[in-house]
């Protein structure tokens, strides 16, 4: 293995923005599902009897707990490529001391 490859190339800034465009999925989920409400309970508001009023609120629970699922993986996610930022930028200036001549 050359020395060109026994080597890792970190972009600090792409992680900040990885980081950052989760969380801003998790922001974007939110207020989509909350619009959809809002307009699946105007243009229906009254329209469902019986069953159908059950249907729909069984599945709607069911997509609640699959989208909190969802958030809580991005945000897991986000702080993990956080946390790996911080390592490697830990791990950058401990090599960068090494050379330093005192």
Do not use: P
Request: net charge negative; hydrophobic share 45%; no cysteine.
């Amino acid at each position: 293995m050359s020395a060109a490859e026994d080597r890792a190339r970190i972009n600090f800034l792409s992680m900040d923005a990885a980081k950052e465009r989760l969380v801003g999925i998790v922001k974007e989920l939110d207020t989509t599902t909350d619009t959809l409400m809002t307009q699946i309970t105007n243009d229906f508001a009254g329209a469902w009897e019986g069953d159908a009023v059950e249907f729909f609120a069984e599945h709607k629970k069911r997509w609640d707990n699959i989208e909190a699922t969802m958030v809580v993986q991005l945000q897991q996610a986000a702080v993990a490529i956080g946390i790996a930022k911080e390592n490697y930028e830990l791990a950058e200036a401990k090599n960068k001391n090494l050379w330093i001549v005192n």
